[in-house]
């Protein structure tokens, strides 16, 4: 264990190394025309802050959010700075992620699909009812139903357009959360045949893209959602709750249980639907290798459980407002509040997402799917 966590320290070095001198688009070209994003808080770029009805604690228009962003303003990222949509976008050429949907003017939503929408909404999930809790969101139904419908208003003129753009969907963790803390479960609940019901709303939704001219899928999986410091607060008050990496083991194992299934529906699909290609992150065996004590110090990571952002609950849980405490340095946080990683976290998935070879994302990384 000593001798892998030491070469994946030596790896994430010399990945920070590229990173700084940054990979991805020459100045000034685009490895796609467009981008699409859909999801839920670790892609949203706004599109809550402008959601009717939508609760504040499903919000992030507020400060600290946003205080390493260009503008140190909250634009309704769930970030200190950039989120990962953002960091997949710059990759490809483009400055940040796509507008929010729910930003554009009427008129100018045709416009703008020839650069790319994101129709992303903070605590949504796989399921429509997910997210109820926050007054308001889009569900991944919903945001799809409204992709579609543009797709239609353009005609066949967006089938070009469509099919050689980057499709970026990261989604399912407020699924499992919600699952996972149910304080009343109904008894002798079937994980399995829950996580069966996920992929098969994502498969559906892969599908009916594909329909709509998409080809170029990039999914981000849920990372370990147990070891986020809200869930690992949750777990304290669960008898047995803590699993060996100190965070919340029912939702840790959910996820564990997860990726693999999304990984072979999608391998299933891309053989079934011609032309359709794929780029799936392993997000919880990235996870793995950061929670494990010892494995994220070649990452400059050594907080591991506790916000950045810090409200007064166990690890710094309890609101990430304009009274929390902000940490020194947000490149050694993992987390931001108590559910998002930090800027400089993302980065790092970003980085393997984009670039990875083999290990944590596959068949191909995104690089290589933006080039076909
Ligand atoms: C989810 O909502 C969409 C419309 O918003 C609807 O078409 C679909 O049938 C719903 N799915 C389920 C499983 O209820
Ligand atoms: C998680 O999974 C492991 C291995 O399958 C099992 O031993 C453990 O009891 C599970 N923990 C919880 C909290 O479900
Ligand atoms: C921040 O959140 C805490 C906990 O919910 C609350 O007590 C406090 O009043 C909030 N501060 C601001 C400035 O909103
Ligand atoms: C790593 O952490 C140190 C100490 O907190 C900090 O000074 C440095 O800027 C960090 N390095 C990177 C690449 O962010």
């Known amino acids: 264990m000593a001798g892998r966590g030491g070469a994946l320290a030596l790896v994430a070095l010399c990945m ?71 960091q997949i976008a710059q990759f490809l050429g483009f400055n940040e992620s796509p507008p929010a949907f729910r930003s554009l003017p009427a008129e100018g939503i045709v416009p703008q699909m020839k650069g790319g929408i994101n129709f992303a909404s903070g605590g949504s999930g796989l399921q429509n009812q997910t997210g109820q809790h926050c007054g308001g969101v889009y569900s991944m139904a919903d945001q799809l139903e409204e992709f579609t419908s543009v797709v239609k208003m353009m005609g066949g003129s967006s089938y070009d ?20 803390d149910d304080k009343n479960p109904p008894p002798h609940r079937d994980d399995t045949a829950f996580l069966k019901c996920l992929v098969d709303s994502y498969k559906t939704y892969l599908q009916e893209l594909y329909a709509a001219g998409a080809r170029k899928f990039s999914i981000v999986s849920p990372s370990l959602v147990g070891c986020c410091p809200s869930q690992r607060a949750a777990a304290l008050t669960h008898h047995n709750g803590l699993d060996e ?17 999304l990984a072979s529906t999608l391998q299933g699909l891309s053989r079934d639907l011609d032309g359709m290609h794929y780029s799936i992150s392993d997000s919880t065996g990235m996870a793995e290798t950061v929670f494990t004590p010892g494995g994220a110090i070649g990452y400059n990571l050594t907080v591991l459980d506790t916000a950045c952002c810090a409200g007064s609950g166990k690890f710094g849980t309890g609101g990430c407002n304009a ?17 998002h990683p930090t800027e400089y976290a993302s980065s790092l998935a970003a980085f393997v997402l984009f670039n990875g070879g083999g290990k944590f994302v596959g068949p191909i990384n995104v690089e290589q799917l933006a080039a076909l």
Request: overall charge neutral; charged content about 15%.
């Open 323 to 339: 009274s929390a405490v902000l940490c020194p340095n947000r490149a050694n946080f993992v987390f931001w509040d108590g559910f």
């Open 245 to 261: 990496l100190h965070c919340f083991g029912a939702a840790n194992n959910l996820s564990r249980q997860l990726y693999p299934l």
């Open 16 to 86: 920070l190394e590229v990173a700084l001198r940054g990979t991805g688009a020459a100045a000034g070209e685009r490895l796609v025309p467009a981008m699409f994003v859909f999801g839920d808080s670790t892609v949203d770029v706004g599109n809550n802050n402008l959601l009717p009805g939508c609760k504040p604690e499903c919000r992030a228009n507020y400060p600290r959010y946003g205080v390493d962003y260009p503008s140190h303003a909250p634009t309704g990222r769930f970030s200190n700075g950039y989120n990962l949509a953002d």
């Open 161 to 180: 357009l469509i099919s050689r753009s980057l499709f970026f969907l990261s989604v399912g963790s407020n699924d499992l959360f919600e699952y996972a």
